[in-house]
């Protein structure tokens, strides 16, 4: 079982940036892909972006693509989620987690809360108009 533990977020005005990260501990973090998933008041958890084990194809839901960016160190067990331009619509708890499966990345086109395994406790993003 992997730990993960988010930082970095906090109270930001809309057009301004945070950057998320994610530290994880536990099992070999490099070989596991990793997502970021948010959930705002009222709603149902939904997913933001994933990156493959190795740091390449990242995957972006429709609404954060060309402001979001997400990257790893797999030198620090660590995910980022750089998030730019950001608007009173991206105000939610925001979560990072871990894939089920080792070397696994084919399904990240259509990545879903099944396909991770282990979460972090979230951490709050509040965007002000």
């Known amino acids: 079982q992997v730990q993960l533990v988010e930082s970095g977020g906090g109270l930001a005005q809309a057009g301004g940036s945070l950057r998320l990260s994610c530290a994880a501990s536990g099992r070999t973090f490099s070989s596991y892909a990793m997502g970021w998933f948010r959930q705002a008041p009222g709603k149902e958890r939904e997913f933001v972006a994933a990156?493959?084990?190795?740091?390449?194809?990242?995957y972006y839901t429709d609404s954060v693509k060309g402001r979001f960016t997400i990257s790893r160190d797999n030198a620090k067990n660590t995910v980022y989620l750089q998030m730019n331009s950001l608007k009173p619509e991206d105000t939610a708890v925001y979560f990072c987690?871990?894939?089920?499966?080792?070397?696994?990345?084919?399904?990240?086109?259509?990545?879903?809360?099944?396909?991770?395994?282990?979460w972090g406790q979230g951490t709050q993003v509040t965007v002000s108009s």
């Open positions: 990156i493959s084990w190795s740091g390449g194809n990242p």
């Open positions: 987690a871990a894939a089920r499966t080792q070397y696994s990345s084919s399904w990240l086109p259509v990545a879903k809360e099944a396909h991770f395994g282990s």
